[in-house]
């Protein structure tokens, strides 16, 4: 069965950095759009970044500049890199993949999902 298993979560201030990593098992990853979620309380699930099959990646443009999505097609793995982070990037933060060729921001166009990691910014 698929498995997407984040990691790298915790609490930082702001300004500060964090890694995500995001091992997925049980499918082919390299067919796979990856793509970073994120869910505030009260909010709706954005997509903070994606990444296509061949390494294209698009933001919202509130971490453009930011952050960074990279994937390791021999690890199974998706990263996230947050630099510079903010108080408003406080969130959960999922990943998600999808099996198509386009990153969409729509999470009901992913198939799979992991359970979530937790990224508080203190001010």
């Known amino acids: 069965q698929v498995q997407l298993v984040e990691s790298g979560g915790g609490l930082v201030q702001a300004g500060g950095s964090l890694r995500l990593s995001c091992a997925a098992s049980?499918?082919?990853?390299?067919?796979?759009?990856m793509g970073w979620f994120r869910q505030a309380p009260g909010k709706e699930r954005e997509l903070v970044a994606g990444i296509s099959r061949r390494g294209s990646s698009t933001y919202v443009d509130s971490v453009k500049g930011r952050f960074t999505i990279s994937r390791d097609n021999a690890e199974n793995t998706v990263y996230l890199q947050m630099n510079s982070l903010k108080p408003e990037d406080t969130a959960v933060y999922y990943c998600a993949a999808d099996w198509h060729y386009i990153v969409s921001a729509e999470p009901s166009a992913y198939d799979y999902w992991g359970q979530g990691t937790q990224v508080t910014v203190s001010s």
């Open positions: 049980g499918l082919t990853f390299s067919q796979y759009v």
